[in-house]
T-cell receptor, first 112, second 110 residues
Framework: SQTIHQWPATLVQPVGSPLSLECTVE??????LYWYRQAAGRGLQLLFY??????ISSEVPQNLSASRPQDRQFILSSKKLLLSDSGFYLC???????????FGSGTRLTVV | SQQGEEDPQALSIQEGENATMNCSYK?????LQWYRQNSGRGLVHLIL?????REKHSGRLRVTLDTSKKSSSLLITASRAADTASYFC??????????FGAGTTVTVRA
């Protein structure tokens, strides 16, 4: 069966520090992968998506970047975090029953 | 940018009652999906309805879609305390990117 792993679950980082969040998918090949951010009490905003290794599309200009070094690995990064980067980050892949998306458990990032 | 908008923003009901929430969207879609999010957790896919479908059922869930009005509704029948969560509608177009609304927070009182 397909599973998606996302870590860490929580992260507190100082302003100006780097960031690396990792997402891996198991049980499928060549998945479409997505990074979303959710501000407190809000819906999800699509940040990046990838249809294959090395293929990254950015949805909004921001302080973050994404990479896909392997088929089932999707990484969200920043060189220098801003306070506004705080939020709940969710990785997802498109697949499973009826084309629904499967989400990871999320990383709550607090920039202090 | 957000494609869907849910209404109401918050809903409080008694256990056993039905809960109905609505979603409106702006552009043409391939399908519309509903997700549930328990507090501080990831999203769980509930149901998907395609643009050529009008109604779909899954257990206690009933989803309708009216493409002429660009709207959808989610009905949860015989609600339980475990249904307390935020519910999001999301749409996909030809590019299969999911666009989410801001969600409806449902509280089921025992």
């Amino acid at each position: 069966s397909q599973t998606i792993h996302q870590w860490p679950a929580t992260l507190v980082q100082p302003v100006g520090s780097p960031l690396s969040l990792e997402c891996t998918v198991e049980g499928t090949s060549n998945p479409n992968l997505y990074w979303y951010r959710q501000a407190a009490g809000r819906g999800l905003q699509l940040l990046f998506y990838s249809v294959g290794i090395g293929q990254i599309s950015s949805e909004v200009p921001q302080n973050l970047s994404a990479s896909r070094p392997q088929d089932r690995q999707f990484i969200l990064s920043s060189k220098k975090l801003l306070l506004s980067d705080s939020g709940f980050y969710l990785c997802a892949w498109r697949g499973g029953a009826g084309d629904g998306y499967t989400f990871g458990s999320g990383t709550r990032l607090t920039v202090v | 940018s957000q494609q869907g908008e849910e209404d109401p923003q918050a809903l409080s009901i008694q256990e056993g009652e039905n809960a109905t929430m609505n979603c409106s969207y702006k552009t043409s879609i391939n399908n519309l999906q509903w997700y549930r999010q328990n507090s501080g957790r990831g999203l769980v896919h509930l149901i998907l309805i395609r643009s050529n479908e009008r109604e779909k059922h899954s257990g206690r869930l009933r989803v309708t879609l009216d493409t002429s009005k660009k709207s959808s509704s989610l009905l949860i029948t015989a609600s339980r305390a475990a249904d307390t969560a935020s519910y999001f509608c999301a749409t996909t177009s030809n590019d299969y990117k999911l666009s989410f609304g801001a969600g409806t927070t449902v509280t089921v009182r025992a």
